[in-house]
């Protein structure tokens, strides 16, 4: 039999949507949530925009720094409790810049588009099962943000795969452990969760 212990909805589900992993979450430590998020997360995809726009072909394209520039900039954010009336959008441009920055760096270098669209899959596969989790109160682990490395630490993977000159290595190892990973916990997940609280759960939930 499977056993997997449900993890509470933390109060603020619009940080839960954030996806943040423990470099960004350490950073956001380091301020105990004086920082706004909604600015420096526009400001992160901002630099990421103009950095893919200056080039993203070679080895040594300023767009490798866009990771690093977004960690610093949008990492100190990720302790606010996301509580401001736009504060909602933090998600989906974290999303946005995690989506763009892959795809552009990875069809930059001339990686087969199965691949590219197998990781850019499991990203959009655990963001899609995230965000129904929460809509049925059955929030993942908290391990499972740090193994999954966040919206920061993926970046940052691909970037490092570009400085080494081994991007399709890099992809092909981040995409199966990413697969795997997020595909085998929410199998256990969902098939440990007791159908009742699922639909208990689904019945409170507006429409």
Do not use: K, N
């Amino acid at each position: 039999m499977i056993s997997v212990h449900m993890v509470p909805v933390p109060r603020s589900t619009v940080v839960a949507y954030r996806d943040d992993g423990p470099l960004s979450r350490g950073m956001g430590a380091l301020v105990a949530g004086q920082l706004p998020p909604l600015p420096p997360a526009i400001a992160g995809a901002f630099v990421t925009g103009i950095l893919l726009l200056v080039g993203v072909g070679g080895t040594d394209g300023l767009a490798v720094f866009a990771p690093a520039v977004t960690l610093l900039l949008a990492g100190p954010g990720s302790s606010h409790p996301h509580d401001g009336r736009l504060d909602w959008l933090v998600p989906p441009i974290l999303r946005m810049t995690e989506y763009v920055f892959v795809a552009a760096v990875c069809f930059g270098h001339d990686l087969h588009p199965v691949l590219i669209f197998a990781l850019l899959g499991a990203m959009a596969f655990h963001h899609y099962d995230l965000v129904y989790r929460i809509r049925q109160r059955v929030y993942p682990p908290p391990w499972l943000a740090t193994a999954g490395l966040g919206w920061d630490g993926r970046m940052l993977a691909v970037a490092v795969g570009v400085i080494i000159g081994q991007m399709t290595a890099m992809c092909v190892l981040l995409a199966v452990y990413l697969w795997c990973l997020f595909g085998w916990e929410s199998l256990t997940c969902w098939l440990a969760a007791p159908r009742s609280g699922v639909d208990a759960a689904e019945m409170g939930t507006p429409d």
